[in-house]
């Protein structure tokens, strides 16, 4: 199968792809997080260097290194912006898969939190938003964007093309792709374009997303 896909539609392309979730630490034991497995951004990782592209990928998952890439093994969700950061203009898309926090414990305690200790309340504060930080810094870099909702897909997927200045937005309905080997995704572009794909296996939504970004790059001219 893999022949089948070796046409190297994204050769000489470096790519960015993050996976996975982020951890935020509360103390030296314990971390919040999320459901993401990062099979998802693995999959676009493997798929775009069997495209051809030179990858690195980002990961806070628990998966072992796939072969014929860069992996950076990543915790936060500022650990996971710094890597993205620093590589970022050097890059000629970025793929964003990650699950990233979208909060953090404001304080992260230097030794076990004791039960002893009584209630505990929790205050957390914003992390960064990379993909919202990447939109505003482009300069030619494709940017694809997911979003994973448990109602108004369609609405939200809009909005979230927009305001990160996004050229693809990959959405699913959250029943649709956490902990599966398959998902159901919709594609939507800058251009007002919209391509619903059956429900495959991730490996196949991993090609249908390289094609699409392929495609972009043909009509950006690059
Ligand atoms: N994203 C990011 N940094 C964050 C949060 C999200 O880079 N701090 C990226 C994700 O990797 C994904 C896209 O933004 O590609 C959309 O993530 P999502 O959680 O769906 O959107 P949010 O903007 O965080 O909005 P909300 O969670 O409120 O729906
Ligand atoms: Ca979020």
Redesign the pocket.
């Known amino acids: 199968i893999e022949s089948q896909f070796s046409i190297q539609k994204l050769s000489g392309k470096k790519l960015l792809v993050?996976a996975g979730p982020t951890k935020e630490a509360l103390d030296p034991i314990r971390f919040l997080s999320n459901q993401s497995s990062g099979k998802m951004g693995y999959a676009i990782a493997e798929a775009a260097r069997q495209a051809g592209a030179e990858v690195t990928l980002i990961s806070g998952a628990s998966l072992s290194d796939p072969k014929g890439m860069t992996v950076v093994h990543v915790t936060s969700?500022q650990e996971m912006h710094d890597a993205v950061m620093q590589r970022f203009a050097t890059c000629d898309a970025v793929i964003?898969a990650?699950a990233?926090a979208?909060y953090r414990p404001e304080h992260v305690a230097s030794r076990k939190i004791k039960k002893s200790d009584g209630p505990m309340t929790l205050t957390m504060v914003r992390?960064?938003?990379?993909?919202k930080a990447l939109g505003e810094h482009k300069t030619d870099q494709l940017l694809v964007?997911?979003?994973?909702e448990t109602d108004h897909l369609e609405d939200?997927a809009k909005k979230?093309l927009k305001s990160?200045h996004l050229d693809m937005l990959v959405a699913n309905h959250a029943s649709d792709g956490f902990g599966s080997e398959t998902n159901k995704v919709t594609l939507y572009f800058a251009d007002g374009r919209k391509q619903a794909l059956e429900r495959m296996q991730k490996q196949q939504v991993a090609r249908h997303i390289c094609n699409a970004l392929s495609g972009l790059f043909e009509m950006s001219g690059s």
């Open positions: 993050t969700a964003k990650a990233v979208d992390n960064p938003d990379i993909l964007g997911f979003a994973a939200y979230k990160k």
